[in-house]
């Protein structure tokens, strides 16, 4: 095991202790060493471990953070090839699993990541019972679902990523489009985080003004159905673009991450689209799929029934019988 040295706890007569945040990042590879890096530099947690079996991989990930956590908000950071590393996590992001290849769907990787999470997730749960867990490797929907069945834990506690970054490239596109701040821009890509995914458009609204009805600024023309198509499509494909060009998808993955990591640890009750197992949201369960839902302290609570168009409806349970029918072939 490698873990930095700590300073030892004070006597409980000089200095009461104080509970602090700990996360745990499962997997120290492209996506799990990032996750770490941003989650240090946003202060998202006190502790943050990784485990991963290669120790010596996790090792350096750690000596290397280390080396600058004088530059970061006040943390630590701890790393081993023991599960033992994450005991007593508040929350568990997984990461590891089968690395996607350029010209491989999310739904091709389902088979070794999902044997991977019954081999890892009982581990977990024997030394952080009480955390909430965030599946982020991929496919992320199946394998949340798939989670859900082999832990047993309750659907709040465990959940998938979804398409929190999905959503975020959605309005960083249209951001660019209508010219206007990504901040200023709320739309949701919902559904599958894949290739059945589509965006909310009946909900999406521009600094208050439905996207539907934006009329342009700054010479641009509204959004014609080909335009709204065109960007559906970018967001859709965006992550192959990124896997051709340099193997992987870490940086905003890892930032959309410590989003989700700060809205449980901060008790925030924020609205992210994430992936969760439905019962009865549009006619649609036993299937888990993104759609916006409140995450706070105990993790994935409610699922917020946004207004749908009769389109939009049959496209999410269009998604949802698609990756229920993946879930059917492993025995889900």
Same mark, same amino acid.
């Given at each position: 095991m &490698?873990?930095? !040295?700590?300073? =030892? +706890? @004070?006597? !409980?007569? *000089? #200095? !009461?202790? #104080? #509970?602090?945040?700990?996360?745990?990042? *499962?997997? @120290?590879?492209a996506v799990g060493a990032t996750m770490a890096y941003a989650a240090l530099m946003r202060g998202s947690a006190r502790t943050v471990a990784l485990y991963d079996i290669n120790a010596a991989k996790v090792q350096a990930e750690v000596l290397d953070l280390s080396h600058g956590i004088q530059f970061m908000p006040m943390a630590q950071v701890i790393g081993s090839d023991d599960v033992e590393v994450c005991r007593d996590a508040d929350i568990i992001m997984v990461t590891a699993g089968a690395k996607q290849k350029p010209g491989q769907t999310r739904i091709d990787?389902? %088979? @070794?990541?999902?044997?991977?999470?019954?081999?890892?997730? =009982?581990?977990?749960?024997?030394?952080? =019972? +009480? %955390?909430? &867990?965030?599946?982020?490797? +991929? =496919? *992320?929907?199946? *394998?949340? &679902?798939?989670?859900?069945?082999?832990?047993?834990?309750p659907q709040e506690q465990l959940f998938g990523s979804g398409t929190v970054l999905d959503s975020s490239r959605l309005r960083y596109v249209l951001a660019r489009e209508c010219a206007v701040a990504v901040q200023n821009v709320h739309a949701y890509m919902v559904g599958e985080h894949g290739d059945s995914e589509f965006p909310l458009w009946s909900s999406a609204t521009i600094g208050g003004v439905p996207l539907l009805d934006w009329p342009g600024v700054d010479g641009r023309s509204p959004l014609s159905a080909q335009r709204r198509e065109d960007v559906a499509e970018e967001v859709v494909k965006s992550a192959y673009r990124i896997i051709e060009g340099k193997g992987a998808t870490n940086y905003a993955v890892a930032l959309a991450g410590s989003r989700i990591i700060e809205a449980v640890l901060n008790d925030e009750h924020r609205v992210l689209p994430v992936s969760t197992q439905l019962n009865d949201y549009y006619g649609i369960s036993d299937v888990c799929l993104s759609v916006p839902s409140i995450v706070g302290r105990s993790g994935c609570t409610d699922r917020l029934l946004v207004p749908m168009s009769d389109d939009e409806i049959a496209q999410l349970r269009a998604s949802g019988q698609s990756l229920r029918d993946v879930a059917r072939q492993f025995g889900f």
């Open positions: &490698y873990f930095e !040295p700590q300073t =030892p +706890n @004070a006597s !409980p007569e *000089v #200095r !009461p202790t #104080r #509970r602090t945040s700990k996360v745990a990042i *499962v997997g @120290a590879g990787l389902a %088979a @070794a990541t999902i044997s991977l999470v019954k081999k890892i997730l =009982p581990q977990l749960q024997e030394v952080a =019972p +009480n %955390a909430v &867990y965030v599946m982020v490797t +991929n =496919p *992320v929907d199946v *394998v949340t &679902y798939a989670a859900l069945k082999v832990s047993g834990l």
